[in-house]
């Protein structure tokens, strides 16, 4: 099995999947995170070798000295205590896709809870549109808590979307879509939500990943399994709106045949 991300040790994306976990408060499995035990081999020295062949009672290729000497030298210039590594790696990578389930399982813990707590509090906050822009010291008494409460919920959704990507991106292997799907990443709304915002002029759509735009335009916050989901439930909506449509256009052409339209 070819573990390797486009010819990248695992290793490197192993410590950046932890690293994006570590930032909502997970960790990965211990199979994956065990250091593999070094092997070392020590190349034993000329001399060293010489004088077990002339210490040798008979044939010195058969002397199990000789041949231990020989094979510890084989073995260090031959590389294949990088090939042990290289294997351990492996096993640490194959480990981590074995989990993904898993860990997708809790980042998605994380994401609702947060989730939660951010359309909490998002009644008491309708005239701010931009969360980033909040400066809690300048705020009145009665927002600054909720306020809080609501910075406090982007960042870990930010985070929680950011190890989402990264697991199924890196270890699942899957690649985003359009921009439309990757909205849809984080939230599942019915078709007529959905063209509310998208048929507006300009259209009013949250962009990818904005959790606090998306708990304003009226949708519910709710991570997709994977990017894949996410691709399908925007393949969903378009099939609906053009279902619906293709209804419109018949239902008018036989309502002008039959003379409603003039």
Known sequence: MNTFIHGEDPSYAIRRMADALSKIGLTLPEAVTDTPQT???????????AAAIRAATGDPAADKEVQRLITARAIDRGGYTNLLARAARNEQWDALKESIGSINDQIHDVFATAARELE????ELKGYRDLDSI??????????????????AQHTLRAARAAWLKLWRSVGGQQDGRPEADILAICNPSPDEWLEHASRRPQ???????????????????????????????????????????????????????????
Request: net charge positive; hydrophobic share 40%; charged share 30%.
């Open 135 to 152: 400066v809690l010291a300048s705020l009145p008494a009665r927002a600054a808590d909720p306020a809080r409460r609501a910075l406090n």
């Open 39 to 49: 092997v070392t081999v020590p190349d034993p020295d000329n001399a060293e070798i």
């Open 204 to 262: 009013s759509l949250p962009a990818p990943g904005d959790v606090w735009a998306t708990v304003q335009a009226g949708f519910t916050l709710d991570l997709a399994h994977d990017i894949r989901a996410a691709k399908a439930r925007y393949d969903h909506i378009s099939r609906s709106i053009d279902g619906d449509r293709e209804k419109r256009r018949l239902e008018k052409g036989r309502a002008t045949s039959w003379g409603t339209y003039r």
């Open 120 to 123: 909490a509090v998002a009644p």
